[in-house]
């Protein structure tokens, strides 16, 4: 399969700089569009097939540059759970009017378009009430779910009024190869395992039995792929996710398994202001019925990790 011209916006990012990895083989060039405000601009491979844009994607002159050229688009650059709390205008700037804008240029510039994947996540299911949530709950209470829940909608309007090619991908916890601890919000995982390397205790926000499903980068990787090359998968929305909830208390304890340390050193502090969220697990059977499979459970998606982290030591 070869995707011919493609932009990745967040490319930078944990998420966005693994897509490129994966992508770079399998397309004629990519375009890359991140503000570097929570990527890593050694993140994104140095290739002559990569353009990238140091920039936000508001900014409508690189739009119109790069939008005519491509024939799928991966719309991941956003502003993050915990800096949307921060600063609520700022997550309406980019993760609503940007995705606003970015469909509607898709829609008006370009006509090779074949797919526009997004990546939403399971923050609009909030602290849900159904276990394992299907896709068609909702419970938004944060700014950004409030944002990536109502750019789902755009997405849903650009798809029934143009015929705009999208799919709809909500996200739950990814973690693994590529998550930088340089990046202060990154996700629990990466902080325990370096927590773990500097002989340092495992901070737990709360009382560490709050679950989470944890979804191993490679899983994530091959869904927005399956996704972006099944006609089916047109105009619909599914969670990426194990289906398997862990407590952070575990994580702790699983990760301090696999690096070998003799006991789980933790210490406890006050739950963030986004901690709303005690079980997450997500129905994943909509996803698996498309042809994906979930490879990784925790411990081989930890164990792996575990790899990637010595093969950078050495
Ligand atoms: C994560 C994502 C968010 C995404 C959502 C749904 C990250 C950074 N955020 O939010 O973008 O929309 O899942 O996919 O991946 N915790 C600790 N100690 C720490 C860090 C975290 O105890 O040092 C706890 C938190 O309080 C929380 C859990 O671990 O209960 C997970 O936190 P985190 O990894 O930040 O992810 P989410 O908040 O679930």
Same mark, same amino acid.
């Given at each position: ?92 700037? #980019?993760?609503?009017? /940007? /995705? ?66 999208? *799919? ?51 899983? @994530? ?5 399956? @996704? ?17 909830? #862990? ?59 575990? @790899?990637?982290?010595?093969? /950078?030591? *050495?």
């Amino acid at each position: 399969m070869n995707f011919g011209k493609i932009l990745i916006t967040g490319g930078a990012g944990f998420l966005g700089s693994q897509l490129v990895q994966k992508m770079l083989p399998l397309s004629d060039h990519i375009y890359i569009i991140d503000d570097l405000s929570t990527g890593n601009r050694s993140s994104i491979p140095k290739d002559s097939k990569i353009t990238f844009y140091h920039d936000s994607i508001t900014n409508e002159d690189i739009l119109d540059e790069v939008l005519p050229k491509v024939d799928y688009i991966f719309h991941l650059a956003c502003k993050n759970l915990v800096l949307s709390y921060n600063n609520i205008r700022d997550d309406f700037e #980019t993760n609503l009017y /940007g /995705g606003l804008l970015l469909l509607q240029k898709s829609q008006s510039l370009s006509p090779k378009l074949k797919r526009f994947i997004y990546t939403s996540t399971a923050s609009v299911y909030g602290n849900a009430t159904i276990l394992p949530t299907p896709e068609s709950y909702y419970n938004i209470k944060l700014p950004y779910s409030a944002s990536k829940f109502s750019t789902e909608h755009y997405c849903h309007v650009y798809h029934h009024i143009y015929s705009l090619p999208v *799919t709809i991908l909500r996200l739950s916890n990814v973690y693994g190869p590529g998550q930088l601890i340089s990046n202060p919000y990154c996700g629990v995982v990466a902080k325990f395992f370096d927590s773990a390397k500097h002989g340092k205790p495992m901070t737990i926000f709360g009382d560490g039995k709050q679950t989470r499903d944890f979804t191993y980068i490679d899983d @994530a990787l091959e869904a927005i792929v399956l @996704a972006a090359t099944q006609n089916k998968a047109i105009g619909q929305v599914y969670n990426v996710s194990t289906g398997k909830e #862990t407590s952070v208390i575990e994580l702790a304890e699983e990760i301090s398994g696999i690096c070998g340390l003799e006991h789980v050193a933790l210490q406890f502090g006050a739950k963030r202001d986004v901690d709303i969220v005690q079980r997450r697990c997500l129905d994943n059977n909509k996803l698996i019925d498309l042809g994906w499979k979930c490879t990784n459970d925790i411990h081989s998606g930890l164990t792996k990790t575990f @790899a990637w982290l010595k093969r /950078g030591e *050495t």
